[in-house]
């Protein structure tokens, strides 16, 4: 099963309802990466007229989880995921589109399966890398994730 980001963006819609108001959007969703999109505006902005760092959190937080849940449903097993860590860097000033971008699908797929085969919890680093539209790097975002199969 993949998930696709109309699919996904409609999860958001019922499920994390603040992160869809503030703007924040899947735009790729495959098997190793994720891509995830907000804009600055009015209701994500900070007093320093920018974007407001929690909500790079949670587009950030979203290209990773995003790729979390897809592997989840494709091993077909019942698995919990926390983030159990994060940590955060900020280069500069988001301002205006800022793209999140995960490329660590095949990484979380082998905790996955690796927590399968165990029966024990894993953990698994995801890097989220925030962009502005020339391609300068404003943020990057570090989620831990545990991954634990349901008995």
């Avoid at 000033?93 to 085969?117: P, Y």
Wanted: aromatic content about 12%; overall charge positive.
């Amino acid at each position: 099963m993949n998930l696709t980001p109309f699919a996904l963006n409609s999860y958001i819609f019922f499920k994390l309802p603040s992160c869809y108001f503030t703007g924040v959007r899947v735009k790729t969703i495959e098997t190793s990466h994720c891509v995830t999109s907000v804009k600055h505006r009015w209701i994500n902005q900070n007093p320093f007229n920018s974007m407001f760092w929690a909500i790079q959190g949670m587009a950030a937080e979203l290209a990773t989880g995003a790729l979390v849940m897809t592997s989840i449903a494709q091993s077909g097993a019942k698995i919990s995921m926390l983030v159990t860590t994060n940590n955060a860097r900020f280069d500069k000033k988001a301002k205006g589109r800022i793209s999140f971008t995960c490329l660590d699908g095949l990484l979380v797929k082998e905790a996955i399966a690796a927590a399968i085969e165990t029966n024990e919890g894993q953990v698994c680093w995801m890097k989220a890398i925030g962009t502005d539209s020339k391609g300068n790097v404003v943020s990057e975002f570090n989620f831990q994730w545990s991954l634990k199969v349901k008995f």
